[in-house]
């Protein structure tokens, strides 16, 4: 089983420095596409892996980057931005990759910004992300310091002397800012709310130019198809769905973490292998399987594959990949108000439905908790979720917001309605 | 190409560049929305607009999607009265809700407050919420604006025009989620000139006027009727709103090529000088302690009048830009054409005429404001338009999009989706020079600012219209900087589409009008839609020039052949005409004077008769603004004490003097038929109103809503018996609440009201399109439409350039928004943002003085001498010195040179 991803990242997690990331291969690829490939190619190359996107929506990369006005009428500047916002509630995937290996991210932000013919690119750091934050710095210099960076990069006449400036700017700290639009407003100095599509961003992006924006794991996966071929990455996996994805879980599992493993891996081998299984003493209720804003799975889930289409099917997302696990000892209600609490204070405020919406359901499932509920509440908490749907706001919070509560009212409906009938919550003493 | 969509299963044909909200409002459906706004464009943020959008015609399920974000384009299936659609819209009120205060009855938007209508819209009655409000310290935010943020529903509203649309920099959105918070950093007062917008824009009680507080009453009792703005020569179209004898307040009224939504602050304020203890409500005449004027019955006075006009006494009227074209008109007919004059000084009388000249005769057409909007290069010559005529910067803060809005269209974004274009333009700017004496509120916006005395402005003027056609003259010896300007901005003007060239009376400089003239009619040979603007100063300044062109200078010229002359002076404060001197010795040349005016100043003080005249307020008239389009104001309340229209007046005075006119006046069409006979260019004036007898089924228009309260108890305390309303002779308007309940024509809409639409966005429903002209075209007429064919030669006399002189220095008049105008200073609101009067230098020359920011300095000019504490400014050149028009001790004869002596401490 091959782990291209995680295959230089130490134990302990210490980036190797670029002479050792050269002898690694690293690089490698980029050589490669400079030489030997055109922008064009290389947009190919990656449409023809099936590679998705890994921050959450899954939409397929070769196809994304292939809306880019090309040519020389094309508007200039082109940016090519990393998202490594990390901020979705159980989800820390990008950190290993940021701090195990940031030049194999370096690389990969290279090539997509050769292949769009991107001039600048913008990685946007999670603020708290300190440890990733210096050694992107150091991978950066490095770069800069070989000539995989800056001006007429490996000096190669095939490609006709690219250039391309990386800088590292780091958020102030805003789940918004993950948002790929909202991202871009940060980005310049605005607010952080998200923008209304269309325009998308690959035609009016960052300072309204032509712009890509892609997770840290997508852009590291990018170097490994080019050197090894589509098919080599769609073969990585089990299912349809090209590569490997970094999973991981988190809860009251044994082992805590995160694994490379093929997409397709079973939502059952990731909990009761690779992280163990349940701690002693609890069981195994029902798991958000690629963080906060995606839909419970429960028991009869467990075979399900982890890829794109398959968690669609069963009535939840992939999202991240990394998986939430609740156990019989943790008050569903309890979780999910959590969960709302922090959807609402990280709502933008641009959009009614999120803005008020979400604060609404926060106050509601805190009444619940506090053995407030009223017999009503459930209709409300489920009205909302149909309300603050897809389409309805802005952009996708909100939405992403109600996909725990829409399926904890359906898998544990339950507990809310024990909650109002005892005038309290059963998990409390 | 117009496109076929559904609604509800009906057939439009609407215009596809449109969003659908727009599209279904202008159809005349009921879609509530917030945060859209038919001047600023969708963001999309309130999601209230929501209808059911269909793939085709098998397609039953539909999805919501937002219809101020999507496009009307062909085949588009939408419906409004989806029940899902119709629960969502209810929803996204009750959020709105959950925090908004259950405070209408003591809020000052109660009864015209948007959220109202948009809640009984969707149908929301019942609230579910049972958890704590928000609440928000509110901000003190100056004297025109009260804040009151627990009201806000976060529509962005009140950012996007302040920051967006006007330019200003001081009010902007703080904190996140249901937190967001709208208003200052701090505490103070609102910077923009344009702040009072935040009161219509705001669809409920977070910015309300301040000056209604202060004598609060609610829309639906306040008389209203339409009116012009008084305070400069745009003519922006205003509604005044009166209750109980006193003005309440102003708010807009749309105009599509004057003022569209909005008015300047300055115009929305003023008005308060209508209710100032300063006003004039009785006639006086001159006891007999010299200089005291006493009261005096009406009556006397009238017996009076027949002494002092016997036959033979000879007669000098001297008239007013401030004054309607009745009124002046009137006296025109009571002195004879030779013996009246228009009231200005001999040069702004040869400014207004050189500018009638430019525009009557062309071939250059003056431009609309709504052109001025459009346009994509401009230049402006020698104007501080914010100052002076403030609702044309803000035209012109949109007019540098144009050129930035063509990429946007290159990659297909609608141009109604505001945050996208906006992303597109970023801080890109069109073409915008700006070449005044000194810096302005626009030089954010400006491609370059260029500060000259004013001869070097027009001469850098007459640099660029030779560089546009060799034709005109060639200026030599101009520095090469200013060359390579003048190079830059032929250059741009010439590779625009709709080029236009701004100036106006402000330096009191012939030569920079006729530069920006020469520039306008070199470029049109090369461009046909080429436009000029040439601003004047008040509010009728170009139809006093249509009726008169003789000055002061000629008025004390027949004073002097007419020795014990009776001079009648018409709503004008001479000394602020010309220099004290002048004046004076006008007022020695005049026998008997009779004022009509209607508030005190300096020329009243001197009248042996004064006759209380009505302001705007009181009295219906006609105006023409510096397009030359005649407008018409109404009364909004009955003129009260002696007050009466300034032509009635002077009908008194034809009778005292057994004038044949007398008595064929009996309203205001009597006068205006008059006129358009004597003066065929005034024929429109007649058309541009309804007559006093139109009726709609049989009824008159009444100035009172249908909801004014109190009619029967209003004067329960003095007699139980209701008074019959007052009557109106000149107006097919009433005062009164009964009356047409229907759509009045254009010209005569008193207020914005419409069933289910109670707020100022009742406009919606009198607008042919939302955006558009209102239902039954634009009120007004243009008087000039000047000859395309026309080819004026160009002025030859160029100025030399400007020489600093020794021991004087060239006094320019620098103009304040708030201050410089002479009735809007009156208001309390105004006053309180009218800055000291002072003195500008720059801080070489200030150095080369020896004076200090804030010391006293002492200037005379001719025979006036003032003593000023001085501020400094950078922008001025360094042998200027700035003055506070129309400032109290400023002199009138302005630009001037002055001597300057420094004020000793102990002196101060």
């Avoid at chain 1, 997770?215 to 490994?224: G, M, Q, R, W």
């Avoid at chain 2, 967001?180 to 917008?197: A, I, K, W």
């Avoid at chain 2, 049109?524 to 062109?549: H, Q, W």
């Avoid at chain 2, 004022?595 to 219906?620: C, M, Q, Y």
Wanted: charged residues 25%; proline residues 7%.
């Amino acid at each position: 089983m091959e782990s291209p991803l995680t295959r230089n990242i130490q134990p302990d997690r210490v980036p190797l420095d670029i002479k050792a990331v050269k002898r690694a291969g690293g690089y490698e690829a980029l050589r490669k596409a400079l030489k030997s490939m055109t922008p064009a190619e290389v947009t190919d190359t990656v449409k023809r892996s099936d590679l998705k996107g890994r921050g959450g929506a899954g939409f397929p990369t070769g196809p994304k980057w292939s809306f880019v006005p090309m040519g020389p009428e094309a508007p200039r500047p082109k940016y090519l931005v990393v998202n490594a916002d990390e901020m979705e509630p159980g989800t820390f995937k990008d950190r290993l990759l940021l701090e195990g290996d940031p030049h194999q991210l370096i690389e990969g932000t290279i090539l997509a910004a050769y292949a769009i013919q991107a001039e600048v690119g913008y990685i946007f750091l999670r603020a708290e992300y300190k440890e990733a934050e210096r050694r992107l710095r150091k991978a950066i210099a490095e770069a800069y310091e070989a000539g995989y960076l800056g001006r007429n990069i490996l000096g190669s006449a095939f490609s006709a002397g690219f250039n391309f400036e990386l800088h590292l700017h780091v958020s102030a700290g805003r789940y918004m800012c993950g948002e790929e639009t909202g991202l871009l407003n940060s980005l310049e100095g605005r607010r952080a709310t998200p923008r209304a599509k269309p325009p998308f961003p690959q035609v009016s992006g960052l300072w309204g130019q032509p712009t890509i924006v892609n997770n840290v794991e997508t852009l590291s996966c990018v170097p490994h198809i080019i050197n090894n071929g589509p098919d080599w990455f769609k073969q990585l996996s089990y299912t349809e769905d090209g590569g490997t994805k970094i999973f991981g879980a988190s809860g009251r599992v044994n082992h805590p973490g995160l694994w490379e493993l093929p997409l397709g891996t079973t939502l059952r081998e990731l909990i009761f292998e690779h992280a163990g299984g349940m701690k002693p003493g609890y069981q195994f209720r029902g798991v958000l399987p690629g963080g906060a804003s995606t839909d419970f799975l429960t028991e009869e889930h467990l075979d399900v594959k982890l890829d794109f289409t398959s968690v669609q099917k069963a009535g939840s997302r992939l999202g991240t990949g990394t998986a939430i696990v609740l156990d019989d000892q943790t008050c569903p209600v309890g979780m999910v108000l959590n969960l709302e609490r922090f959807f609402a204070q990280e709502s933008c405020g641009w959009c009614t439905p999120c803005r008020e919406g979400l604060p609404w359901i926060a106050n509601t499932l805190e009444a619940l908790e506090e053995g407030e509920g009223l017999p009503g509440d459930l209709d409300l908490l489920a009205s909302h979720t149909r309300k603050l749907g897809p389409g309805n706001t802005f952009c996708a919070l909100a939405p992403g917001a109600m996909e725990p509560l829409q399926s904890a009212l359906k898998y544990f409906r339950a507990d809310f309605e024990r909650h109002i009938e005892e005038k309290r919550c059963p998990w409390r003493n | 190409m117009m496109a076929k969509i559904f609604i509800d299963g009906k057939t439009y044909e609407v215009d596809p560049a449109d969003n659908l909200l727009h599209v279904a409002l202008s159809l005349g459906f009921d879609l509530p929305y917030f945060c859209w706004h038919p001047a600023m464009g969708s963001v999309g943020a309130c999601r209230q607009c929501a209808v059911k959008q269909f793939k085709d015609e098998n397609d039953t399920r539909g999805r919501l999607v937002m219809a101020c974000m999507t496009p009307a384009a062909e085949g588009t299936r939408i419906s409004i009265h989806d029940p899902e659609a119709a629960e969502f819209r209810a929803s996204v009120i009750e959020w709105l809700m959950l925090n908004h205060p259950h405070d209408c009855p003591v809020c000052d938007e109660g009864g015209e407050c948007h959220l109202q209508d948009m809640t009984v819209m969707t149908g929301h009655v019942y609230r579910r919420n049972r958890f704590k409000k928000r609440t928000y310290r509110n901000q003190y935010l100056g004297p025109f604006i009260h804040h009151e943020m627990n009201r806000c529903i976060q529509c962005y509203r009140c950012v996007r025009f302040y920051r967006d649309y006007a330019g200003g920099r001081d009010l902007d959105v703080f904190a996140a989620h249901d937190h967001v918070y709208f208003g200052r950093h701090e505490d103070g007062v609102l910077e923009s000139e344009f702040s009072g917008n935040l009161v219509e824009v705001c669809p409920t009680g977070v910015f309300t006027d301040k000056t209604l507080q202060q004598h609060y009453t609610r829309k639906w009792d306040l008389q209203t009727a339409p009116s012009i703005c008084a305070h400069c020569g745009l003519g922006c179209n205003t509604i005044p709103g009166e209750r109980y004898g006193s003005l309440r307040r102003i708010v807009n009224r749309y105009h599509e090529e004057v003022n569209g939504y909005f008015l300047c602050d300055r115009g929305r304020y003023g008005y308060e000088f209508v209710n100032s203890p300063e006003r004039i409500r009785q006639s006086r005449i001159k006891s007999a302690q010299p200089g005291e004027l006493g009261i005096v019955p009406v009556e006397e006075v009238l017996s009076r009048l027949g002494e002092m006009l016997a036959p033979g006494t000879p007669l000098v009227g001297i008239g007013s830009p401030r004054a309607s074209l009745e009124a002046n008109f009137a006296l025109r007919s009571l002195t004879g054409p030779e013996n009246f004059f228009a009231g200005i000084s001999a040069n702004e009388a040869r400014l207004h005429h050189r500018i009638l000249n430019i525009l009557r005769e062309g071939p250059v057409p003056v431009a609309s404001l709504r052109e001025v909007e459009r346009s994509d290069a401009v230049l402006v010559l020698g104007e501080d338009l914010t100052n002076t005529a403030p609702r044309l910067a803000l035209a012109l803060r949109q007019s540098v999009r144009n050129q930035p809005l063509e990429r946007a269209r290159q990659r297909n974004i609608d141009l109604w989706n505001d945050a996208a274009l906006r992303e597109i333009i970023q801080d890109e700017k069109g073409p915008l020079y700006i070449l005044a004496p000194a810096g302005t509120r626009l030089d954010d916006v400006a491609t370059s600012t260029t500060h000259l005395a004013p001869d070097d402005l027009a001469r850098l003027g007459f640099a660029i219209a030779h560089l546009l056609d060799s034709a005109a003259p060639e200026v030599s010896g101009l520095p090469a900087e200013l060359s390579s300007r003048a190079e830059e901005i032929a250059e741009t003007l010439k590779a625009a589409k709709n080029p236009l060239i701004v100036s106006g009376t402000s330096l009191g400089s012939e030569a920079v009008i006729q530069a920006a003239a020469s520039i306008a009619w070199a470029l049109k040979a090369v461009n046909p839609d080429t436009r000029i603007v040439l601003t004047v100063p008040e509010r009728n300044s170009l139809g006093l020039a249509l009726l008169d062109n003789k000055d002061l200078d000629d008025a004390q010229e027949a004073l002097e052949r007419n020795p014990n002359a009776m001079l009648v002076i018409l709503e004008n404060d001479l000394y602020r005409r010309a220099s004290t001197g002048s004046i004076d010795k006008l007022f020695d040349s005049a026998g008997q004077v009779v004022v009509i005016d209607s508030l005190e100043n300096r020329t009243t003080a001197k009248a042996d008769l004064v006759l209380p005249a009505a302001t705007f307020a009181e009295g219906d008239g006609t105006l023409v603004n510096y397009e030359g389009r005649a407008q018409r104001y109404f009364q909004v309340l009955p003129p009260r004490d002696e007050i009466r229209e300034s032509w009635r007046w002077i009908d008194e005075l034809m009778r005292a003097r057994h004038h044949e006119l007398h008595g064929t006046w009996n309203d205001l069409d009597d006068v205006l038929r008059a006129l358009s006979e004597q003066a065929p260019v005034f024929a429109p004036v007649l058309e541009i109103a309804p007559p006093e007898g139109f009726r709609l089924v049989e009824q008159k228009i009444p100035r009172q809503p249908h909801r004014y309260s109190g009619r029967t108890a209003n004067r329960a305390n003095i007699t139980v018996h209701e008074p019959k309303p007052p009557d109106d002779p000149d107006a097919p308007l009433a005062f009164s609440m009964e009356g047409y309940k229907g759509q009045p024509p254009p010209s005569l809409i008193p207020r914005y009201w419409a069933p289910g639409w109670n707020s100022v966005q009742a406009l919606n429903k009198f607008q042919a399109e939302v955006g558009g002209p209102l239902i039954g075209g634009s009120p007004g007429r243009r008087l000039i439409e000047p000859s395309a064919e026309a080819r004026p030669s160009y002025p030859q006399d160029i100025p030399d350039a400007f020489v600093p002189r020794e021991d004087e220095y060239l006094a320019l008049p620098l103009y304040h928004i708030f201050g410089s105008e002479e009735l809007s200073r009156l208001a309390p609101a105004i006053a309180e943002r009218t800055p000291e009067v002072h003195a500008v230098l720059h801080p070489a020359l200030a150095e080369k003085l020896a004076a200090a920011d804030g010391q006293s300095i002492q200037i005379r000019l001719e025979g006036d001498t003032i003593r000023l504490p001085l501020r400094l400014d950078a922008s001025l050149p360094e042998d200027l010195v700035g003055l506070p028009a129309g400032f109290p001790g400023i002199p009138a004869n302005l630009p001037g040179w002055v001597k300057i002596e420094l004020v000793s401490e102990e002196g101060a």
